[in-house]
C-alpha cells in the first residue's frame, strides 16, 4: 500500500486501518493533515486572532545562533588594512566597518558586538521555518539590542513568514527591547555600541521603529550586579508574560543564554540560583535553545520539549528507547520482567519518561493499547490541554513489520556508526555491542523503530543530515535496582538447563536447574511462581514495599504460623492463571470453567479479601460441571432456564417416542419390510430408515411413493414423509436448540465474568502475592536465614554470611562477615590469595546477600545491615560468543566500561580477576586506572575486586576508602590447606604448584612450577629443566 503526501484528504485517514501503514506512511498522514490546516486558513482569509488561534497566551524564548567569535578566535584577523576578508566558508560574506559615536571607523565594534555565523544564520531561517510548520502561530518577536539577536529574530521571521503562505498580509516586525540584553560576567568595559533602528533599517531589517522598549538602553551598566541583573530579567519577562496575558498572544522573545534561568523561575518560583550553579547552566545552553511557557488561566506551566518514546512488550519482557529533543540524547531501557496483567514497570516508564509521542506496534495487545491511550487522556487533562491533544500527545501506531528484529539491529549499528566516527562498516556490529546490549531483543526492536522514526521526522539530523543524537544512554525506572543479564548469569539467579524429557520440556526445551530461584521457589501455583520470577527480575529500591514483604516473611516464618501455611497451600494449588483472554475472544473451553470456579473457590478460601461471593454462587449454579467433563462442551444446570430444561427432557424421552411412532407407521408404508426405525440426526430432523434391498443398483431404485428418498448410510436407506415432517415441525431439531440455548447462557455467564474480571484478577494476584510469600517464609525457615535491617545509608554490614548455593553442596560452610562503608570499613575491597582459595565465592556470596535483600527476601546469615543500592555491576566470568564478534577480553572490556559509565557511589560492583586476558603489563594498566578512578571520585561505589596481579598492590593510591583482604591459609609441608575465612591482609604466595597438584598434574610439572616461581622470586635466570652449562652454551651458539 503506497500513500502520496500529497493525494491524502485527512478527513479520511481515519478510515485506513493503521496497522496496514509503515512509519513512513504514519508520518505522512500526520503532515497532510497539517497541511490542510493551512490550506483552510489561507482560503478563508482570516488572520491568526480571527481563526483563535491565540486562545492560549504564550511565551516562547529563544538564545541567538551560533555567533561568529566561536568559530574563529579573534574577528580582528578578518579585517586586513581595514577591508573585511572572510577566512573560513561560515564567515559572512562582508560586513561593512561600524561608525559609531566613540568609534569612528570601529572593528572593534564587531568584537563587542559580534554578529552570527553562516551556520548560525541559516539555523535561525530553518528554526523559523520548523515553527511555521509546527502551526506555532507568533504574534510578536522581541530581541535584544546585540546584533547577534537581531539577527536571529529577523532570520527565524523570514523563515516563518516562508512557511507561512497562508497569512499573506501580515509582516511580523522585530521589535528591539534593551532590557533583554545580557548580564556582563564583568568582562564588559563598557555597555556595546548596538546599532541604531536606522542602521538596522538601513541593512534591510526588518524592525519596527515606532516600539519604545520597557526597560530604556540609558539604564543599562557595566557595573550591574548579579542580583541587580535577576531583579532587572525577571522584571522583563513579567512584563512580557503580562503582555502576553492581555492581549492573548503568543510572544517569541530573542535574548542570551542567562535569561532562560528567569524564565524558568516564572513558572517554577523559585528563588534565583547562585552564581556558580548559573554560570554552569550558561555554559550548558546551546545555540538556538528554546524554552516555551503557556498560561492556563491560573498559572505559567512549561510545554515540555518533545520527547518521542517507543515500547515494545513480548514474552513477558518489556523494552523502550526515547529521544529527547532537549538533551539531544537517547535513552534505552534493557529488557525486563513485565506482568501483561498489571503493566506496573509500563505505568512507571510513563510517568518518568512522560513522552509527547508513543510508538508502538500495531500487534500490540489491546490492554496495552488502552493503557497508552489513558495515560495520554490523563496527562492532556493534568496539563489543561484537552483541545491540544491531538496535536501534542501523539499516539502512532507501527507496522509490526517495522519491529523486525534483524532490520532493527542493523538500523541500530548504522546509527551508532555514523554518531561515533566514520569507521569502516565492518566494525559496526562489534561497536554497537559495546555500546547496547544486543542481546536485549525487545530494547533493540524499540531503538531501531525509534531511530526510523527520527530520521523521518527530522529530529535525529540537523539542515546538513548529521546526527544530533550524540550519545546513546540507559536510563533507570525509579525505585528499580538495575542489574544485566550478566550479572544475574554471573550470580547463578536463574540457571537454564536442557530438559531430559522432549515431552515435558517447554518451548525453548530448557528447565530451571540449580540457581538461586529454584532454592527459593516453593510456590504451589502456577501464578504464584510467575510472580515470583518477575519478583527476582525486577528487585526493587522501594522500602516501604521491601518492608511489607519482610514483615510479611517474618510472620509466616514463625513456629505458630506454621500450620496457617498448610492449610492454605492445598487450596493455592487450585489457583490458575485467569482465562479472561480467551472469554473475551469466545474461545473458552470446558476446562477453563473448571479452573475459573477452581480458582475462585481457592481465593475465598485462602483469605477474605473476596467479600462479594456472588461470582462464584453464579458459576456454581449455572454450570454443570460434571455434565460438562462427561460431554466435553458448556453445560447449564436444570432450573436456570425452563424452555432448555423441557427440550432436555423431550431429548432424553425421544427414543420411546420414536419407537412408538415407527410401529404406527409400519403399517403405512407401500411396500412391505421386515424391520425399520425413526432415527434423528441434528440439522437433518426426523427419518425413517429401512434395511437396504439387494435388488437396488441405481438411485432410480429407491424413489417409492408417498417418501422423499434422503441418502444411504450403512446399508440403511433414509425416507421422509408426511408424519417425519410433522416430528420435525412439532419436535423441531432438538439437539441444535439444546446447544443454542446454552450459548446464549454461556456468553451471558462470560459477559458476567468479564464485568467482574477486575475484582477476580484482583483475587488471584492477591492469592499469588500470598504464595510467593508463603514461598520465601518456607525457605528462609528451612535455611536458618534472617531478616535483613534495609536502611539508606550506604552501608554493608553483614556478619557471620553464607553462600546460598555453595553452602547447599559443601559441609561445613565456613562463614565470613561483609562490610563496606564510607567511614571504619572502606568501601573498596582487593582480595588476594591462592587459587581455589574460596575468592570468587566470597565476592558472588556479597552480590547474594545485597540482592536477596533488594527482593525482600531474608539473607544467609546471623545479622545483615544493608543499605539500598541502585545498580549492582558484576564481571565474574566472561561471555565472549561467536555471534557478536567479540573476543573474550573485549567481553570483560564491556562490562568493566559499563560499571565505569553507570555507578554511582550507592552502587556495587564486583569484579573477579580483570585484566587476565592481555598481556600483563596491560592488565595491570586496566584494572590499576579503573580503581583509581573510583578512588579519587568523590562518590566512590562499593567495590569487591579479585586478582592474582600482586603488582596491583603497588600502583594503587593510597585512600582512607581502600582495603586490602586475603584468605587464610595453612601451610603444611608442601601442601596448603585452605581455611575459607577472609582476613585483612595481602597474599605474598599463589601457592599454584599446590592447585596445579590437586588438580592432578604430575608431579614433575609441579616441581617444575616450584623451581621457576622460586628463580623469578630471587631475579634468577631460568632455564631449562635438567640442562647443564655446555647444553645452554651449545643453545646459544644455536
Not at 528462609?780 to 554470611?801: C, F, H, K, M, T
Not at 623469578?1016 to 655446555?1030: C, D, I, M, V
Amino acid at each position: 500500500m503506497s500513500v502520496d503526501p500529497e493525494e491524502i484528504d485527512p478527513k479520511k485517514t481515519v478510515r485506513i486501518p493503521m496497522n496496514t501503514l509503515n512509519t513512513t506512511q504514519c508520518l505522512a498522514l500526520k503532515r497532510a493533515k497539517k497541511r490542510n490546516v493551512r490550506r483552510t486558513l489561507k482560503h478563508s482569509g482570516r488572520s491568526n486572532k480571527e481563526n483563535g488561534l491565540n486562545a492560549t497566551p504564550k511565551i516562547m524564548m529563544m538564545r541567538h545562533g551560533e555567533r561568529l567569535d566561536s568559530c574563529h578566535f579573534d574577528i580582528r584577523q578578518c579585517f586586513q588594512k581595514g577591508v573585511y576578508t572572510p577566512l573560513q566558508l561560515n564567515h559572512p560574506s562582508c560586513l561593512q566597518l561600524r561608525s559609531n559615536g566613540e568609534l569612528p571607523e570601529g572593528v572593534d565594534a564587531w568584537v563587542e558586538d559580534t554578529p552570527l555565523s553562516n551556520m548560525g544564520r541559516a539555523a535561525a531561517f530553518l528554526m523559523g521555518r520548523a515553527l511555521a510548520r509546527e502551526e506555532e502561530t507568533l504574534d510578536y518577536v522581541f530581541a535584544s539590542p546585540a546584533y547577534r539577536c537581531v539577527e536571529t529574530a529577523d532570520e527565524v521571521v523570514r523563515g516563518y513568514e516562508s512557511e507561512c503562505d497562508f497569512l499573506p498580509d501580515v509582516k511580523l516586525k522585530v521589535k528591539i527591547e534593551d532590557g533583554l540584553f545580557e548580564y556582563g560576567f564583568g568582562r564588559l568595559s563598557r555597555v556595546p555600541p548596538f546599532l541604531s533602528l536606522a542602521a538596522f533599517k538601513e541593512e534591510q531589517y526588518c524592525v519596527d521603529e515606532d516600539y519604545v522598549p520597557f526597560f530604556p538602553r540609558e539604564q543599562l551598566s557595566v557595573d550591574e550586579t548579579y542580583l541587580q541583573f535577576v531583579r532587572r530579567s525577571q522584571a522583563v519577562v513579567e512584563h512580557f508574560a503580562e503582555f502576553s496575558i492581555t492581549n492573548r498572544c503568543c510572544t517569541l522573545l530573542v535574548s542570551h543564554a542567562p535569561y532562560m534561568d528567569s524564565l524558568t523561575s516564572l513558572y517554577k518560583g523559585k528563588e534565583p540560583r547562585n552564581p556558580k550553579e548559573w554560570i554552569r547552566l550558561v555554559q550548558n545552553t546551546p545555540y538556538l535553545y528554546m524554552r516555551a511557557l503557556k498560561w492556563n488561566g491560573k498559572k505559567w506551566f512549561c510545554c515540555p520539549p518533545p520527547i518521542v518514546l517507543c515500547i515494545y512488550l513480548s514474552n513477558q519482557k518489556l523494552g523502550a528507547a526515547y529521544y529527547d529533543t532537549d538533551s539531544s540524547k537517547i535513552f534505552t531501557l534493557n529488557d525486563v520482567a513485565e506482568s501483561m496483567d498489571e503493566f506496573s514497570l509500563l505505568i512507571d516508564v510513563l510517568n518518568q519518561v512522560r513522552p509527547t509521542t508513543i510508538l508502538f506496534s500495531s500487534k500490540a495487545d489491546e490492554r496495552l493499547c488502552k493503557l497508552i491511550n489513558d495515560f495520554q487522556n490523563n496527562k492532556c487533562q493534568q496539563n489543561g490541554e484537552v483541545e491540544d491533544a491531538e496535536n501534542e500527545n501523539d499516539l502512532i501506531v507501527v507496522a509490526a513489520s517495522e519491529f523486525e528484529l534483524s532490520r532493527c539491529k542493523n538500523t541500530v549499528q548504522q546509527f551508532i556508526s555514523s554518531v561515533s566516527s566514520d569507521h569502516a562498516s565492518v566494525e559496526d556490529k562489534i561497536r554497537a555491542t559495546l555500546f547496547v546490549d544486543m542481546e536485549s531483543v525487545c530494547m533493540i526492536r524499540a531503538l531501531g523503530v525509534l531511530i526510523n522514526y527520527c530520521e523521518i521526522e527530522s529530529a535525529s539530523t540537523d539542515h546538513f543530515g548529521r546526527p544530533v543524537a550524540f550519545c546513546l544512554r540507559s536510563f533507570e525506572v525509579n525505585d528499580m535496582l538495575v542489574m544485566d543479564d550478566n550479572a544475574y548469569e554471573s550470580l547463578q539467579i536463574f540457571k537454564k538447563q536442557f530438559h531430559p524429557s522432549v515431552y515435558k520440556a517447554g518451548r525453548d526445551g530448557f528447565k530451571e536447574g540449580f540457581g538461586l530461584f529454584s532454592v527459593c521457589n516453593r510456590c504451589c501455583s502456577s501464578v504464584g511462581a510467575a510472580k515470583l520470577r518477575r519478583w527476582f527480575l525486577r528487585p526493587t529500591r522501594n522500602l516501604n514495599k521491601l518492608k511489607q514483604r519482610l514483615d510479611s516473611i517474618e510472620i509466616l516464618s514463625c513456629d505458630s504460623n506454621f500450620h496457617f501455611i498448610q492449610a492454605i497451600q492445598k487450596p493455592l494449588k487450585q489457583i490458575k492463571s485467569a482465562i479472561f483472554n480467551r472469554l473475551r475472544a469466545a474461545k473458552v473451553n470446558p476446562s477453563d470453567w473448571i479452573s475459573l470456579y477452581k480458582t475462585i473457590n481457592a481465593c475465598i478460601f485462602v483469605a477474605e479479601f473476596l467479600k462479594n461471593r456472588k461470582n462464584l454462587k453464579v458459576i456454581l449454579s449455572e454450570v454443570d460441571f460434571k455434565a460438562m467433563v462427561e460431554e466435553r462442551q458448556f453445560a447449564v444446570k436444570s432450573g436456570i432456564d425452563r424452555t432448555l430444561d423441557e427440550k432436555k427432557e423431550l431429548l432424553k424421552r425421544l427414543p420411546e417416542l420414536l419407537t412408538e411412532v415407527i410401529k404406527s407407521e409400519v403399517d403405512n408404508l407401500p411396500f412391505p419390510i421386515a424391520a425399520c426405525t425413526c432415527v434423528y440426526i441434528p440439522t437433518i430432523g426426523y427419518l425413517i430408515a429401512v434395511p437396504r434391498s439387494s435388488s437396488c443398483s441405481k438411485d432410480g431404485d429407491y424413489e417409492k411413493p408417498g417418501l422423499e428418498f434422503m441418502f444411504i448410510t450403512n446399508d440403511r436407506v433414509h425416507y421422509k414423509n408426511e408424519t417425519m415432517r410433522q416430528l420435525d415441525a412439532e419436535l423441531g431439531d432438538v439437539k441444535l436448540d439444546i446447544k443454542d440455548l446454552e450459548s446464549s447462557i454461556m456468553i451471558s455467564l462470560q459477559n458476567f465474568v468479564l464485568k467482574h474480571a477486575t475484582v477476580i484478577q484482583h483475587a488471584v494476584e492477591c492469592a499469588a502475592t500470598i504464595d510467593c510469600l508463603i514461598s520465601m517464609a518456607l525457605t528462609a525457615r528451612e535455611y536458618n536465614w534472617v531478616r535483613p535491617e534495609l536502611v539508606e545509608e550506604n552501608v554493608i554490614d553483614v556478619s557471620g554470611s553464607r553462600h546460598p548455593l555453595q553452602e547447599l553442596c559443601t559441609a561445613p560452610f565456613v562463614n565470613n562477615s561483609v562490610k563496606s562503608d564510607e567511614n571504619e570499613f572502606g568501601k573498596m575491597h582487593v582480595l588476594t590469595g591462592p587459587n581455589a582459595c574460596g575468592k570468587s565465592v566470597y565476592l558472588k556470596q556479597v552480590g547474594l546477600l545485597v540482592y536477596l535483600a533488594h527482593i525482600g527476601s531474608f539473607v544467609p546469615a546471623s545479622s545483615a545491615r544493608i543499605g539500598l543500592v541502585d545498580r549492582i555491576c558484576t564481571r565474574l566470568h566472561s561471555t565472549g560468543s561467536i555471534n557478536d564478534g567479540m573476543s573474550t577480553f573485549a567481553a570483560d572490556v564491556k562490562q568493566v566500561a559499563m560499571a565505569t559509565k553507570y555507578a554511582t557511589k550507592k552502587s556495587l560492583i564486583i569484579i573477579d580477576e580483570f585484566g587476565k586476558g592481555t598481556l600483563t603489563d596491560v592488565g595491570v594498566a586496566l584494572l590499576g586506572a579503573c580503581l583509581t578512578y573510583w578512588l579519587e571520585r568523590d562518590k566512590c561505589p562499593h567495590v569487591f575486586v579479585s586478582t592474582h596481579l600482586y603488582r596491583l598492590l603497588n600502583i594503587l593510591p593510597e585512600s582512607p576508602l581502600l582495603r586490602y583482604k586475603t584468605m587464610k591459609v595453612m601451610r603444611q609441608g608442601e601442601d596448603v590447606l585452605f581455611l575459607y575465612s577472609i582476613c585483612d591482609g595481602q597474599a605474598t604466595e599463589s601457592y599454584a604448584a599446590c592447585a596445579a597438584s590437586k588438580a592432578g598434574l604430575p608431579e614433575r610439572v609441579c616441581n617444575r612450577i616450584r623451581q621457576v616461581c622460586q628463580n623469578q622470586k630471587r631475579g634468577y635466570q631460568l632455564f631449562r629443566p635438567e640442562s647443564t652449562a655446555e647444553d645452554i652454551k651449545e643453545e646459544f651458539k644455536r
